[in-house]
């Protein structure tokens, strides 16, 4: 068997020691092959990523374990107990879970960058420069790699980005919030209920109980006129929910007595639906404009013919707004429904408003006058329903017929549409001051929208008072309980982490079988194996040797191409060369060093 001389490579001398070395019956073998064997402990990390995925599926089933909040698939309630809710427990909480894992990233994309080099040179030629930019694992080392493979440069890339990205997206884990156990018990409204064991709603309106009710409106009879007005007077000299809007559904009032339990469901609830039914009565009411004493005087003139005469300038100590309606009227006086016509002229001599000429109910005169003619004809229907609770009342509200078994007085709540109309006319009658000092200096010339929300207060004041308990109280269920502080997991979060964990063993998986298909050597660029891959006879370093040079001057002046494998000058030697051939199982070395060929041949290293 052939022997070959052992050759020592000291610093950039040729220095050679040669000694014969008989081959050893028994030795440890190690072959080329080895390098195409996939032990690095990257296999570690992926398999930390797979447990990851695992984990974040045990969480998901977790978080799935708990309520939804508003209904949405997305965001669960998590079952935390008693335990403190807090933003800043949350946010710990969330990035701490997903740290470790970028950290995992991290390493694998280490350990991607430091294996590409000896893969890539093993199947293309590449600079010496270019392979110490390799080994330079980062974003700026994506570019020197993408000139030689495209792939594993996008791969490392996306790796990275994952990585990058991986805690701050998973900040969004956890949130805080409030939210309702959709809990069944029960709770107390105001209806109107018959028998009551305080007071009969339709009693209290004048009704003897017999045959069709008509409500007459008498003052000195009807009890419940008399608290509606009131409470309406309220409202508006208090000038409290004057300039809101009034949503056209609404459902009973809280009190200090019946208080509601806000975000439950109330099952079972009297709510009532109101309308304005306003628009501009230019074609209805007609007027004249002349003179009295050199001031402007206005004559209004209604449907019927009645005439009502406004002077801008004479207040009179009465109020200048006037009404008629077309409907039938009470032994009061006051409409049964139908109907408002409502006029007024400017309060002010030689008025200039700023509001638009187009505003609806509103005509503006060559006088200097302006005309407000506007007509109504509300009305309010009732209905059993199920709303959602607030501190002041209930919202919300959604029709379910049969919910309620309380003896309901319908006979009341059907005549209720009937005081949307004389309660205004009750005010107006009796020139109350509520018109005077609030509605007129208010809405100095008022619209089509104003009286809309003016009817919105009365609809809220009739409300108030049928359910304010005064005409009998009954137990509804409910659905729910006062919003408590929670935890939130976003489970759309988690999906999100979980694809990009997905991915990154993807693409991790891919490139190692990539790898294994072209049979590419499983060897990280360190300083030992670099230092042995460089040990062979195919390359001729520079005359200078390097040994001195910055690491810049070292990348200009190493040019040479090289390629990883097993060099055709000497085909006992696997590393870096000029040229390489195809892999095959034909080197393998000894304990002592020595390499050994498929024919015997055996070259051992020694310093």
């Not at 998901?60 to 933003?87: C, E, M, N």
């Not at 639906?273 to 050199?294: F, K, L, M, V």
């Amino acid at each position: 068997m052939a022997v070959y001389d052992a050759v020592s490579y000291l610093k950039c001398e040729d220095d050679f020691v040669i000694e014969k070395v008989k081959p050893k019956k028994e030795r440890a073998e190690s072959t080329a092959d080895a390098l195409l064997s996939f032990d690095e402990p990257l296999k570690w990390h992926l398999i930390g990523i797979l447990l990851y995925i695992l984990t974040l599926f045990v969480i998901i089933g977790f978080a799935y374990s708990g309520p939804s909040l508003h209904g949405a698939w997305s965001q669960r309630v998590l079952p935390t107990g008693s335990i403190k809710v807090d933003q800043f427990y949350s946010g710990i909480a969330s990035v701490g879970l997903m740290v470790p894992a970028a950290a995992l990233i991290s390493q694998i994309c280490m350990q991607f960058g430091l294996l590409h080099p000896f893969s890539i040179a093993h199947r293309v030629p590449v600079s010496a420069a270019d392979l110490d930019r390799m080994i330079d694992v980062g974003p700026m080392s994506l570019w020197t790699v993408w000139k030689y493979s495209p792939w594993r440069a996008g791969m490392v890339g996306t790796l990275m980005v994952i990585g990058a990205a991986i805690v701050p997206v998973s900040s969004l884990i956890l949130a805080t919030g409030n939210h309702a156990p959709r809990i069944r018990h029960t709770g107390v409204v105001g209806i109107p209920v018959v028998p009551s064991n305080i007071l009969n709603m339709s009693s209290s309106m004048g009704y003897s109980g017999l045959g069709p009710f008509n409500p007459q409106f008498d003052s000195s009879k009807d009890l419940v006129l008399a608290m509606i007005a009131d409470t309406y007077k309220g409202y508006i000299v208090s000038r409290k929910m004057l300039l809101n809007r009034t949503t056209h559904q609404l459902g009973p009032v809280a009190t200090l007595n019946l208080t509601f339990t806000p975000g439950a469901t109330y099952e079972g609830v009297v709510s009532f639906r109101w309308e304005a039914q306003c628009e501009p009565a230019h074609e209805d009411i007609e007027y004249t404009i002349g003179e009295a004493s050199g001031k402007p005087k206005v004559t209004f003139v209604f449907p019927d013919g009645t005439e009502n005469e406004s002077s801008s300038w004479d207040k009179g100590g009465s109020t200048t707004i006037y009404m008629w309606n077309d409907g039938e009227k009470g032994v009061s006086g006051l409409p049964r429904g139908r109907t408002t016509f409502i006029a007024q002229a400017s309060l002010m001599e030689n008025y200039n408003s700023t509001r638009p000429l187009g505003e609806e109910g509103i005509t503006a005169t060559n006088q200097g006058t302006w005309i407000s003619r506007v007509k109504c004809r509300p009305s309010m229907e009732w209905q059993v329903s199920s709303c959602t609770a607030t501190h002041d009342g209930m919202q919300n509200c959604t029709a379910t017929p049969g919910k309620n078994t309380t003896g309901l007085d319908t006979a009341a709540l059907d005549a209720l549409t009937g005081y949307m109309t004389a309660v205004p006319w009750l005010l107006y009658l009796r020139d109350d001051y509520s018109f005077r000092m609030t509605l007129e200096p208010f809405f100095v010339m008022p619209t089509v929208a104003h009286y809309e929300r003016i009817l919105g207060v009365l609809a809220q004041s009739i409300v108030a008072v049928t359910t304010a308990g005064y005409f009998g109280t009954a137990s509804v269920p409910v659905i729910g309980e006062t919003p408590r502080p929670v935890y939130i997991v976003r489970v759309h979060v988690l999906f999100i982490l979980q694809a990009l964990l997905g991915l990154v063993l993807v693409l991790s998986s891919a490139d190692l079988l990539y790898s294994r298909i072209w049979n590419l050597p499983f060897r990280k660029a360190t300083f030992l194996t670099i230092a042995y891959a460089v040990h062979g006879r195919g390359v001729e370093w520079d005359e200078g040797c390097g040994c001195v040079k910055s690491r810049e001057e070292l990348r200009k002046s190493n040019q040479v191409m090289l390629k990883y494998g097993i060099d055709v000058q000497n085909r006992l030697h696997v590393g870096f060369a000029a040229d390489v051939r195809s892999w095959k199982q034909s080197l393998h070395y000894d304990d002592e060093c020595c390499l050994h060929g498929d024919a015997g041949d055996t070259l051992c290293f020694t310093a």
